[in-house]
């Protein structure tokens, strides 16, 4: 199940739907293009690691280059709860000399997203998580995303090293969980196995998700506070 599921992706780049086998109460969707993975998508939250506060890591804050801790990272936007697995506390943001700052504790080691506490989902997760795959490629074989769904359920999936594609996931379970790194959540620490790297973390609500609507008023309010911190709340259009 779990070779079909990563070659249909790899191999097509077309969106691939499991529907759940042999007692499996799966239930996603993979996409390889952003604008097919928002249309499904009825409001979500756009995070291009531009904050300030991705720029002041509180372990190192360089010119091009910084580490923040676990607590400190999750804290800066508060919409996405980080752990590094590999190395402790090691949540890298480079770029910022080309204006571009991105995510990648996948460069060397593995991490764990966490979305049981947004304000685009519940305590079970988010309908959808995607992300724009950044680098330069290594030869590497690519990494695990291991999900965990609102019911407790797990899967495996595997993110091809592609640079400058989009990978993402969208289930009626929701998603509480995405480990980057071995498969099954294994932790890693050898950047000769495995790299990524990730812009605009997107998560978002959707489909037969339980997230509470928020009033209009809110959502204004709330997209105006995201916005200005390099953080984008869209709702889509209808009609």
Not at 158 to 169: A, C, K, M, S, T
Request: aromatic content about 12%.
């Amino acid at each position: 199940m779990n070779i079909f599921k990563q070659s249909i992706f790899a191999l097509t780049g077309v969106v691939a739907v499991g529907v759940g086998f042999a007692g499996s109460a799966e239930a996603f969707s993979l996409f390889s293009d952003r604008s097919t993975f928002e249309n499904q998508l009825d409001n979500f939250i756009v995070d291009d690691y531009s904050n300030p506060g991705y720029l002041a890591g509180d372990n190192f804050d360089g010119a091009n280059f910084d580490s923040h801790t676990d607590t400190n990272i999750s804290n800066i936007i508060g919409e996405t709860q980080y752990t590094t697995t590999g190395f402790s506390n090691n949540n890298l943001i480079p770029g910022q000399s080309s204006g571009d700052p991105y995510y990648c504790a996948g460069c060397n080691g593995s991490f764990l997203l966490d979305f049981t506490s947004t304000s685009i989902g519940n305590n079970s997760g988010v309908f959808g998580v995607g992300f724009d795959i950044e680098g330069v490629a290594e030869g590497v074989f690519g990494t695990f995303a291991f999900v965990t769904f609102g019911d407790g359920s797990t899967d495996n999936f595997l993110v091809p090293e592609r640079v400058d594609e989009f990978w993402g996931i969208t289930s009626d379970l929701l998603i509480s969980s995405i480990h980057f790194g071995l498969e099954n959540g294994g932790a890693n620490t050898d950047n000769s196995v495995q790299r990524m790297a990730l812009d605009n973390l997107t998560i978002g609500s959707g489909g037969t998700s339980t997230a509470v609507p928020e009033p209009a008023s809110t959502l204004a309010l709330l997209a105006f506070g995201a916005a200005a911190a390099g953080t984008v709340l869209k709702k889509k259009q209808v009609g």
